[in-house]
């Protein structure tokens, strides 16, 4: 079992990673979750309960498509792909994440110094 | 995909996410497999990390925003399952609202057949009926216009695209062997053009028709297919008619009629042949017969109109002193408003009346659906204790009443089938256009809101009642038959008042009616109208000398007096409440006016032995008799309203009066009185006795009398023996519209008899619907009190006290409810106090009578339900509880 720190993710950041994946190209569900937990070193653990709830909203509002086809090892797997809406929308979210983690990390670097 | 499709493709979508979380589960237990570890391990491990797969489904659906929509199916399901399941209370409830509904609806089809739909031709709002106002008399008095005044009408307004003129008649023409008379309209050549209505087959008439010589005929689209075997080369076509020769113009298209109502006119004529002769009625200033309609030009309004006629109508005035002189303004309205005017108030009150039922069957089936959901307490209690809402539960009840209400609807439907062809039957043929009341889209439609509103409605109080129930309290209680508290007792109460106080509405309404109508039938109409058969004949005017008609006439009814079996016969016009009259001017001797001072009344014609027949009594000097002939001396006989109107003090035998009837005939000849008749009711036995002046039948022939014959025959058989004694004189001469005096008389109060009996229908679907809620509600509270009554009967009450108990709630109830019914009956009737003949809207006798019905009726609905709770067995009760 893995021992590492797991972080809970804040409110809509799940979306973005989700969508940060999907960009790299038409992907399955599991290799979502594989691929978040890959880049985050392990760190963030995508459980099934939140993907595919988020996978079926975004798909809802069209930020995502979804077309099944076979995998590699020939079985049938819904495979997700980043529409022009989507693309749009993660463009804009990312730079406001940036800005925020940005902004949030000054308050905190503040604060760390300034009290403690 | 919109949410419609994505519901009917749900199965699909749920493969799909099965198949996608199945994949992403089989490639985490594969990649298990791969690190080393035994399948068996492998899918346990995945199996505990995946978690709740029903759960993760539910998740996925709830963000594809279709959840609500499934759970509203889902609620739909779990209602119709619990109605099912409890037929006997479905059924009637769908029964109850289907008595409401199915008379809501009738009612709304006759309304909106008569009131709402346009009238059938191009751009309907923009057509009105136009009149001139008589100024000598009170109030609005419409009289029609001549021919004359529409032409100038016609020529000089500036606010009219068109306008036309129509006046009935009758045509004489020979059909299969046998002469026939015909519904004939004499219409102005545009009457077509401006309706916006062209013929089906040949050309409209022309302006070049209404001139003398060129007699030209339109077909309506019936007459055409029954007697002409539908020609498609009728065009052009000559046919005979009076003895002249028509062409055939064109063939009106199949819906068409004009004017709309009865007697439908079969064919129109171009007004040609009223401008022949040598003083044609079309240049006669005096001969104010027309209906005229017209067309606005586009822009213009209805008082615009009216104030440009009403300038021609007053130059017309001054003009023409002699026959114009009152007439100093124009009429004007909209032609829907005017033709559907009278009826207005009837079918408002019939609406208004119906709708009380509606109420009263909402009230009624809401009592049930309380009762019923109060043993349903333990549902909701659970339901709301695994974490339902409020909303949701209300939202169950509301369903399951709309599901109600739409069966109830469905159901009304079916019975609104029924009653329509029922209600047409017994309804008087005046009101135009009621014999088009059908189930249509749009009474579909008011059938589809009344359904959802009676739903929410009945449904409302006790779904907000019952959501209200604490979980804890009701599942603690619900091992007993459990009580659903004081407010709800206070709102099934005011239920039942309700029902009750509508209930006494309608049925003083109806009481009130029906009063009237007995008032109405109570009216002496100073003749005997029984046994006397009557019946028309056309003979041609034309064509004959007045010597020649009017032995006719003499031979005719000495032929009939000689029949076995008949008492007197004789003849004369108008008959009462035949809707026939004629108004004509005259003046006193020795009492000189201007001619357009002129009075006038009513004009009636009489043969000798025509008032002994209709046992008209006399009251002074002689009746017309064989030496008032045509070239008798010229006389008059006139009524005791005459008498008394115009001879006060003095003694009318022997007066002399000149008549301007019969202009072509006479030189007005100066007219002694030599009798007073009974006055008789003419128009209605609603109304007053009019002045009336006869004049014998030989010295005016202006018109064919109806035969009348006192008979104790067969009324059948004796028209069939006028009839033959007719064409045995004369076999050209059709024979029409036999009848009996009874007949019409029955027919002159047919308004009213279709009130009355339409409202009391209502008032005793009403007095049953109370009777059922007081019965449901006592009933009801004597289960929900039985352990109560056990305990008073175990220490000691007796049983007459739980009787008195139940039966006294019941009186309480219904006194309450009556109190308020004789409140609300005191403004409501003042509505229909328009209809009411020699009863006052607050008529005593039927208030209190009405309220002892209300409560014997609530007596007997209390006693079952105090019975049932006197006998119960205490110790029994005790220990079932």
């Known amino acids: 079992m893995k021992t590492e720190a797991r972080f809970d993710l804040p409110q809509g950041t799940l979306d973005l990673l989700i969508m940060r994946v999907v960009t ?39 930020f995502l498509a979804a077309r099944w086809q076979p995998t590699e090892t020939g079985r049938e797997a819904k495979f997700y792909e980043l529409t022009a809406r989507g693309r749009t929308y993660l463009k804009a979210e990312t730079e406001n994440w940036k800005r925020l983690t940005d902004v949030v990390g000054l308050v905190l670097k503040g604060t760390v110094e300034g009290v403690l | 995909m919109s949410w419609i499709e994505r519901l009917f493709s749900r199965t699909r979508l749920e493969i799909d ?10 490639s985490q237990v594969a990649d298990k497999v791969r690190s080393g570890i035994p399948e068996s391990e492998s899918r346990r491990l995945t199996r505990l990390e995946f978690g709740g797969l029903e759960q993760i489904k539910e998740d996925c659906r709830e963000r594809r925003g279709t959840l609500w929509l499934e759970s509203i199916v889902h609620d739909v399901r779990y209602a119709v399952r619990l109605l099912l399941r409890s037929p006997g209370f479905t059924i009637t409830c769908v029964l109850i609202l289907a008595i409401g509904v199915g008379a809501t609806t009738a009612i709304f089809s006759l309304v909106n057949a008569v009131l709402l739909r346009p009238l059938p031709f191009a751009q309907p709002d923009r057509l009105i009926w136009v009149s001139q106002q008589d100024h000598s008399l009170p109030g609005v008095a419409p009289e029609s216009l001549s021919y004359p005044d529409y032409f100038d009408w016609r020529a000089q307004n500036h606010t009219l695209e068109g306008i036309a003129s129509y006046v ?39 302006w070049e028709d209404e001139k003398p010589g060129n007699r030209v005929v339109m077909l309506s689209y019936a007459f055409w297919q029954s007697q002409f075997a539908a020609d498609p080369a009728i065009a052009g076509k000559a046919i005979t008619m009076d003895g002249h020769t028509y062409t055939v113009a064109g063939v009106m298209p199949k819906a068409f009629e004009f004017p709309i109502g009865n007697p439908a006119p079969v064919l129109w004529k171009s007004i040609a042949e009223d401008a022949e002769g040598k003083s044609p009625t079309t240049q006669e200033r005096g001969f104010d017969v027309l209906g005229v309609i017209a067309r606005l030009r586009p822009g213009v309004t209805v008082e615009q109109a009216k104030a440009d006629l009403s300038l021609i109508a007053a130059k017309l005035a001054g003009q023409y002193p002699d026959n114009n002189k009152q007439y100093t303004s124009a009429l004007v309205e909209p032609e829907l408003t005017h033709m559907i005017g009278d009826t207005r108030p009837a079918l408002r009150m019939l609406f208004g009346a119906v709708s009380m039922v509606l109420l ?78 059908s189930i249509d889209g749009g009474v579909l439609i008011f059938v589809l809101v009344v359904s959802i509103v009676t739903g929410l409605l009945f449904g409302a109080f006790p779904a907000w009642r019952l959501s209200r129930t604490a979980p804890a309290s009701a599942l603690r209680e619900s091992g007993r038959s459990m009580s659903g508290g004081r407010a709800q007792h206070r709102l099934h109460n005011g239920l039942v008042v309700t029902q009750t106080a509508i209930g006494m509405v309608l049925l003083i309404g109806a009481g009130l009616l029906m009063r009237s109508f007995v008032r109405i039938l109570d009216v002496q109409p100073g003749f005997d109208p029984r046994h006397v058969v009557t019946t028309r004949i056309a003979v041609p005017f034309e064509g004959a000398t007045h010597n020649q008609h009017y032995l006719f006439y003499q031979q005719l009814v000495e032929r009939i007096a000689a029949l076995p079996g008949v008492q007197s016969a004789s003849a004369g016009w108008p008959l009462p409440m035949s809707s026939s009259s004629a108004t004509v001017n005259f003046n006193i001797q020795g009492r000189p006016v201007a001619k357009g001072d002129e009075p006038s009344e009513s004009l009636g014609l009489a043969m000798p032995g025509f008032f002994e027949t209709m046992k008209i009594p006399l009251i002074a000097g002689r009746p017309f008799g064989a030496q008032d002939g045509l070239t008798g001396q010229p006389t008059i006989i006139v009524n005791q309203a005459f008498a ?48 009336q002046y006869y004049l014998p039948y030989a010295q005016a022939l202006i018109t064919n009398p109806d035969v009348v014959v006192r008979t104790n025959e067969d009324p059948v058989a004796m028209q069939t023996a006028i009839g033959a004694a007719a064409r045995d004189l004369d076999k050209r001469v059709p ?92 403004v409501l009737t003042r509505l229909i106090s328009g209809m009411l003949f020699e009863v006052r809207p607050t008529d005593p006798v039927i208030y209190a009578g009405t309220a002892a019905l209300l409560l014997v009726v609530s007596v007997a609905a209390s006693s079952a339900p105090a019975l049932r709770a006197a006998r119960l067995d205490p110790m029994q009760t005790l220990r079932e509880q």
């Open chain 2, 360 to 437: 009263l069957v909402c009230a009624n089936v809401a009592g049930l659906l309380l009762a019923r959901g109060s043993r349903r307490g333990a549902e909701f209690a659970l339901r709301s204790a695994i974490g339902a809402s409020r909303a949701a539960i209300i939202r169950q009840l509301l369903l399951e009443s709309l599901l109600l209400s739409f069966c109830g609807g469905a159901a009304g439907i079916a019975l609104a089938f029924g009653l329509i062809p029922v209600m047409l039957k017994l309804m008087p043929v005046e009101i135009p256009r009621v014999e088009h009341a």
């Open chain 2, 17 to 26: 996410l099965d198949k996608e979380l199945r994949f992403h589960f089989e």
């Open chain 1, 24 to 62: 790299l190209g038409p992907i399955h569900g599991y290799a979502i979750a594989q691929r978040i937990q890959q880049m985050s070193r392990e760190a963030l653990q995508v459980q099934q309960g939140s993907l595919y709830p988020a996978l079926h909203r975004l798909e809802y509002k069209k």
């Open chain 2, 168 to 206: 009935n008649g009758t045509a004489t023409m020979e059909l299969q062997g046998q002469s026939q008379r015909l519904q004939a309209e004499s219409v102005s050549s545009n009457l077509f053009r401006v309706l916006g209505v062209a013929p089906a087959l040949g050309r409209d008439f022309s």
């Open chain 2, 735 to 826: 024979v029409y519209r036999a009848s009996t005096l009874e007949e019409y008389l029955y027919q002159s109060a047919a308004q009213p008899r279709f009130q009355a009996f339409l409202l009391s229908c209502f008032a005793v679907i009403a007095l049953v619907l109370a009777a059922i809620g007081l019965y449901g509600l006592l009933s009801y509270m004597v289960v929900q009190r039985t352990l109560e009554i056990g305990l008073r009967m175990a220490l000691g009450a007796q049983r007459v006290d739980v009787l008195r108990m139940i039966a006294q709630r019941g009186l309480m109830l219904s006194l309450v409810g009556v109190g308020v019914g004789i409140a609300v009956s005191a």
């Open chain 2, 644 to 691: 008394k109107k115009y001879f006060p003090n003095q003694n009318p035998i022997g007066q002399h009066i000149q008549v301007r009837a019969g202009d072509d005939i006479f030189e007005h000849p100066v007219r002694e009185v030599v009798g007073v008749v009974g006055d008789i009711k003419h128009k209605g036995l609603t109304t007053d006795f009019d002045p």
